[in-house]
Each structure stands twice: as structure tokens, then as C-alpha cells.
């Protein structure tokens, strides 16, 4: 049938696609808009529902994100501060020994407070190791299963300003429900 066809009875088109990640519906119309205005263009198929459906689901997907980080880390806070409050009341022999050998206030709450960090640190080292493996397997195993929508997901790792922000973060949550626990517990 091919063969008999002298001229191809589809009419021609083009496949734009925008490139940009975060684009608002706006760039999106205003780009649609010059797209028409352009010399033979007969018709421009945008599926605009279906566009800011994707847009509100994304939104959805990242206030979900930032509840449920707000509330690791405050979990992480407690529990750091639950930690360091054990230890302070494992050691209270030596904190007794160290302030009649005459320590200073400073010197008794250093190690409770780098023990805080540390641990914070660890916690986002770990966190960092689960989103490794997050969007190392998550594709391979559930990118089938999701059909269409998986190009809409995109995995890639963090950058090395999100992965030093993630420990820092993790240091100061530690130093602060360190510090928390300390001023609660640690009468110096």
C-alpha cells in the first residue's frame, strides 16, 4: 500500500518539547502563543488540563515531602536529645569528679555537644546512603510497573551543595537537641 502512495496523506507536523524544569503555565502559553503566530502553523494540540493536573500533583508530591522532613527531623531532634540525656545521666559520677577537680562549665558540655553533632552527621550520612539506593533501584524496579508516568519522575542524585546542606543540617540538629537536653539536664 505504501509503495502505491505517491504523496503522504498525513499532513506534516512537529514535536516541541520545553526543556525547562520548572516553567510556569504562563512561559508554557506564552511559548504556545508564538508557536501559532509562526509562518504555516495550522494548529497546535497542547493538552493544557493535563499539563496542570502533572503541576499539582508535583506541588502535592513536594508539601508532602517537606511535612513528612519536617517531621524527621523533628523526631531526629528528640531523639538525639533523648540520647544525649541518657548519657548525661550514665556519667554523672564523672561530671561530679570533673567539677571538684575544678572543670569549667564548657569544658563538661564539649563532649556532650560534639557526641550530638557527630551523631547528627551520621544521620545525614545514612540518609544520603538511603537516597543512593532510593534512585539507584527505585527506577529498575518500579519504572515498568509505572508505565508512562515514569518519564515524569526524574531521578537523579543530589548536588554537592544539596549533600553538604543535608549533614550540615544533620550537625545542627544534632548540636542543637544536644544542646536542648544539656540545658534541661545538665545542671553546671
Known amino acids: ?3 502505491n502512495l ?3 496523506p498525513f499532513p506534516s507536523s ?3 518539547t520545553i526543556n525547562e524544569e520548572n516553567i510556569s503555565s504562563s512561559e508554557t502559553l506564552t511559548f504556545i502563543q508564538e508557536m501559532k503566530e509562526m509562518k504555516g ?3 497546535i494540540q497542547f493538552n493544557r488540563d493535563w499539563a496542570e493536573k502533572m503541576q499539582s500533583l508535583s506541588r502535592l508530591a513536594q508539601a508532602v515531602g517537606f511535612f513528612l522532613g ?10 538525639i536529645s533523648s540520647v544525649i540525656k541518657l548519657n548525661v545521666f550514665a556519667r554523672q559520677e564523672e561530671i561530679v569528679i570533673l567539677r571538684l577537680v575544678g572543670a569549667t562549665n564548657t569544658f563538661i558540655r564539649i563532649p556532650f555537644l560534639l557526641e550530638g553533632m557527630i551523631l547528627g552527621i551520621l544521620g545525614g550520612l545514612v540518609s544520603l546512603l538511603l537516597i543512593f539506593f532510593l534512585i539507584k533501584f527505585f527506577p529498575l524496579y518500579l519504572g515498568a510497573s509505572l ?3 515514569s518519564e515524569l519522575i526524574n ?8 549533600i553538604i546542606m543535608l549533614i550540615a543540617t544533620g550537625a545542627f540538629i544534632g548540636f ?11 545542671k553546671v
Not at 176 to 186: T, V
Request: hydrophobic share 55%.
Open 176 to 186: 542543637s537537641g544536644s544542646l536542648s537536653s544539656l540545658a534541661r539536664f545538665l
Open 70 to 79: 519536617g517531621i524527621l527531623v523533628l523526631a531526629s531532634f528528640f531523639i
Open 6 to 8: 505517491r504523496v503522504n
Open 147 to 149: 508505565g508512562v508516568f
Open 14 to 16: 512537529f514535536e516541541a
Open 155 to 162: 531521578f537523579r542524585y543530589l548536588s554537592l551543595s544539596q
Open 1 to 3: 500500500i505504501i509503495e
Open 41 to 43: 502553523v495550522e494548529d
